[in-house]
């Protein structure tokens, strides 16, 4: 006899917000299926996706893009959420610690160059709010007084606009297998 789940249940189950369940069962990356309005998952399916799923070192990843701007959300997105990652694109801080104080995330890409609060800003309210979560600034002002003064908070990783599809992967990577490893 089969078991089937409901969406509070499944968050349960897999330790993922209801939130990104409701989103893995819209995009059909998490197998789903709808009673009327409401999302039901078939725990067998649920499992053997979980299987799958779990070899991939980038799978179930939680990352988070802060940038104002929207073509580097969306390239970024386009490029990580195939991996298995969980990707949220915000285009400003405000928005990323707003949502930081109810969701965690292990990777944080966030730009220093942003309208109404810059990227060292952020960073030092991240690092009060989600201080397990890894850091790595994106941007096209590498020698200046923000590269500088972030510097300053502690190691981070950067990635200098522009960059490829390469080299944000390598970073992902690197931060996988040493969440892995820990």
Avoid at 32 to 48: L, P
Avoid at 50 to 78: C, E, F, K, W, Y
Avoid at 116 to 130: C, D, F, H, S, Y
Avoid at 144 to 160: F, H, N, Q, R, Y
Wanted: hydrophobic content about 40%; glycine content about 4%.
């Amino acid at each position: 006899m089969s078991t089937y789940l409901t969406v509070n249940e499944i968050s349960n189950y897999l330790k993922l917000p209801e939130e990104t369940v409701y989103k893995h069962a819209r995009s059909g990356k998490l197998p789903a299926f709808k009673v009327g309005r409401y999302w039901r998952f078939k725990q067998e399916e649920i499992d053997q996706w979980v299987a799958t799923n779990s070899n991939n070192p980038l799978s179930h990843m939680q990352l988070m893009v802060v940038d104002d701007d929207p073509s580097i959300r969306t390239l970024m997105g386009s490029w990580l959420t195939p991996t298995g990652c969980i990707v949220d694109s915000l285009a400003d801080a405000e928005s990323a610690l707003s949502l930081l104080s109810v969701q965690y995330y292990d990777l944080i890409f966030l730009d220093l160059m942003m309208p109404t609060m810059n990227g060292v800003e952020a960073m030092r309210q991240i690092m009060k709010i989600a201080p397990d979560s890894k850091i790595v600034i994106i941007t096209g002002y590498f020698d200046s007084k923000l590269m500088e003064d972030a510097l300053e908070l502690g190691p981070v990783t950067i990635v200098k606009k522009p960059f490829d599809k390469d080299t944000v992967m390598q970073v992902v990577k690197t931060y996988a297998m040493k969440m892995k490893r820990s």
